[in-house]
């Protein structure tokens, strides 16, 4: 792949289902008109791209236990419309990797954002157009998921802290109650 390319990557344990033919139509329509973009698939796909016209674009990576580092890479996620993909597409977010995604999906479940869902396929191409041609689009939806990566950090810190609040007060209480018996 070229160092200037425009990387979107497509991960699940159900690729072969879930990338059906109205999916590989978009994933056609976005290369016809961006030759900068590679869609790397994350995960097991046996699907022949070639037969599409497009298996030069499209980098098969297979299941990656390495996936989280491989996302780093990735200049964009793209979800198939499909009931999964949510922890993918949490992990990109948290990696500030955009992702386009159906709002009734797993993954809009997760990200608690609106600022990712398409409403259609029909979307998916003119969105990847914006996040290749506009910077300023595409640097406020990185700031986005910073955004969602600071608030699921604070969640876990105030979970953590009520852990161990409640730790400290189960030990003063069985110290307490150790010296009163």
Not at 52 to 78: N, P, Q
Request: proline letters at 2%.
């Amino acid at each position: 792949m070229p160092e200037d390319a425009f990387l979107i990557t497509v991960m699940g344990n159900r690729l072969d289902s879930e990338i059906d033919e109205e999916f590989i139509a978009v994933m056609q329509q976005i290369i016809s008109k961006h030759e900068e973009v590679y869609f790397v698939l994350i995960g097991d796909c046996a699907i022949d791209f070639g037969s599409y016209g497009i298996d030069d674009k499209v980098c098969k990576l297979g299941f990656r236990a390495d996936f989280r580092s491989v996302l780093e890479c990735m200049d964009l996620f793209m979800n198939p419309h499909r009931a999964g993909g949510g922890a993918g597409g949490w992990e990109a977010a948290l990696r500030s990797v955009p992702v386009i995604t159906m709002a009734d999906g797993d993954i809009a479940a997760a990200l608690e954002s609106d600022a990712f869902f398409c409403d259609s396929y029909e979307d998916y191409p003119n969105l990847v157009d914006r996040y290749i041609t506009d910077s300023i689009f595409r640097e406020h939806q990185i700031n986005e998921c910073k955004r969602l990566r600071e608030k699921n950090s604070k969640a876990c810190l105030k979970e953590e802290f009520r852990r161990v609040d409640n730790e400290i007060r189960k030990r003063i209480e069985n110290t307490f109650h150790g010296l009163n018996t």
